[in-house]
């Protein structure tokens, strides 16, 4: 019993930001992750590697060793291990620390820690944000709903792109060699109906920058398509906004319960016991 207190009060403070010792715990677990991630960034400049190169090589493995520590305490404290290891956070956990063990057979794995940068986005529980995360699950509930209409437009502008490349080859093909090909001519008109113009093919006759020219402006027509859709089915899918708690389910250790849940929306489990 005594044990399974220690679980229930180590629980709380790992997954949860609702007391103050589980915000001080996620508030030290970011800085630690950013200096981790500065630590990375710096040992990839060769100045710095060779001025501070063991100190780094230190950091970085204590470092290593608090994250699995913490990462072990976490499959511990879950009634379902393999649920908290399988999902998002679990999986990014522990891509944060493979890369160290890798890099004792792998020369340079190590540079691959960076995606510890994906663990920041535990700033939304810990600063209670939970509206930022009701606002992510409607958006992605108008992407997938909008998905049908979005491919359907990938597929317009793909034929449109593929039009567009194949005129412009024929009015530039013989006389610039940047438009050797109808694919080369196809690249380009993508570069230019996206608005990113690279610039490392440009058209020279008068017909061809003519053709340029409306094919710049229709990008930004373009552009707002999708926008459009996906905006549309936001409104039309708008749910009520309510208050969720940083509060993790013990059994699928999966989080956005409501602030008055009892059990878990996702497995049923009870969130308090």
Not at 29 to 43: P, R
Not at 108 to 127: A, G, T
Not at 160 to 170: F, K
Not at 197 to 203: F, L, N, Q, R, S
Request: glycine share 6%; proline share 3%.
């Amino acid at each position: 019993m005594a044990q399974r207190s220690i679980r229930d009060r180590v629980h709380e403070i790992i997954f949860e930001a609702d007391t103050p010792e589980g915000k001080a715990f996620d508030v030290s677990l970011l800085l630690l992750i950013c200096f981790s991630i500065l630590v990375v960034m710096l040992e990839s400049s060769e100045d710095w590697n060779q001025t501070y190169g063991t100190a780094f090589y230190y950091i970085e493995w204590l470092l290593t060793i608090i994250f699995t520590v913490e990462y072990v305490l976490r499959l511990w404290v879950t009634i379902r291990p393999w649920s908290y290891a399988l999902s998002f956070y679990g999986i990014v956990d522990i891509l944060a620390i493979l890369p160290s063990y890798l890099s004792l057979l792998v020369p340079n794995s190590q540079y691959f820690l960076i995606i510890r940068i994906l663990r920041l986005m535990r700033i939304f529980r810990i600063f209670k944000l939970g509206q930022y995360l009701s606002e992510g699950d409607q958006l992605g509930r108008a992407i997938i709903s909008s998905r049908n209409k979005i491919l359907v437009f990938l597929f317009a502008v793909t034929i449109l792109v593929i039009i567009i490349g194949s005129v412009m080859y024929l009015i530039e093909g013989g006389s610039n060699d940047g438009f050797s090909s109808i694919p080369r001519a196809v690249y380009w008109a993508i570069v230019t109906i996206t608005t990113v113009g690279y610039g490392d093919i440009t058209p020279q006759t008068k017909i061809g920058q003519f053709l340029s020219a409306v094919v710049m402006i229709l990008g930004y027509a373009i552009i707002a398509v999708p926008t459009g859709i996906v905006t549309s089915e936001m409104v039309a899918g708008k749910d009520k906004s309510h208050q969720l708690s940083t509060q993790s389910c013990r059994y699928c250790s999966r989080e956005g319960h409501s602030a008055d849940a009892v059990f878990c929306k996702y497995c049923g489990g009870r969130l308090n016991e």
